[in-house]
């Protein structure tokens, strides 16, 4: 088990560049999560993937956010014409079995500044 | 609408002085109570899931109680590596957790 993993670490980007980020699960787990995170608030649900099908976007996702998650391994986020509001730790996390209960096992996050 | 809320948001121990962290929540429907901690620059750990009232876990110095409106992490004889903030997550119905904004610890020697 060696925990999730993302990448880049941080992202500098001027405002309106397109950005992708990567995350790769812990290998037998089927669920995979990205959320976002400012300064001083919890981690932001974005989204959610069993295997490769994603099953939930978060109302506040705007469509410049998309995410793939290709054969059910590794997942992307990509966010096109990138505003200062962006700026945010994005987390990934995984998590194992077909039960809600399943604790998530977060990644240490891509930090995006945008210029 | 399903809410956390996390108090206080920070706080200040001298090492050996327990206290206790509050989570307050309102969702229909609850399918578990997460507590993670998270230092600086790195992602959330998870720690606990509680799932009923009355529900409690422990680990080390740690201790996560559960009501049906608030759950409770307590921490008896804090260390400097205690310091972390503590995040609070609600499994409502769906896929999400749902995150408080956390309680920022910091123990001194």
């Known amino acids: 088990d060696t925990g999730v993993s993302q990448n880049p670490r941080h992202k500098i980007t001027k405002r309106g560049q397109n950005v992708t980020f990567r995350c790769d699960p812990i290998?037998?787990?089927?669920?995979l999560y990205w959320y976002r995170q400012t300064l001083g608030q919890g981690p932001e649900f974005l989204t959610y993937?069993?295997?490769?099908?994603?099953?939930?976007k978060s109302r506040l996702l705007s469509d410049r956010f998309s995410a793939e998650r290709p054969k059910g391994s590794f997942s992307t986020l990509e966010i096109q014409r990138t505003e200062q509001g962006d700026s945010a730790m994005y987390l990934c996390?995984?998590?194992?079995?077909?039960?809600?209960?399943?604790?998530?096992?977060f990644g240490n996050g891509t930090r995006l500044t945008v210029t | 609408e399903d809410q956390v809320t996390q108090s206080p948001e920070a706080l200040r121990l001298q090492e050996g002085e327990s206290s206790s962290l509050n989570c307050s929540y309102t969702?229909?429907?609850?399918?578990?109570l997460f507590w993670y901690r998270q230092d600086p620059g790195k992602g959330p750990e998870f720690l606990f899931t509680l799932y009923s009232a009355g529900e409690e876990k422990e680990k080390e110095r740690l201790k996560a109680t559960l009501t049906k409106k608030e759950s409770f992490l307590h921490i008896t004889a804090p260390k400097p590596e205690d310091s972390a903030t503590y995040l609070c997550a609600v499994h409502p119905p769906g896929y999400a957790l749902n995150f408080g904004k956390g309680t920022s610890l910091l123990v001194t020697p």
């Open positions: 996390a995984s998590s194992k079995g077909q039960g809600g209960n399943s604790p998530l096992h």
């Open positions: 290998s037998e787990h089927n669920r």
């Open positions: 969702v229909s429907g609850l399918r578990g």
């Open positions: 993937f069993q295997n490769e099908a994603q099953l939930e």
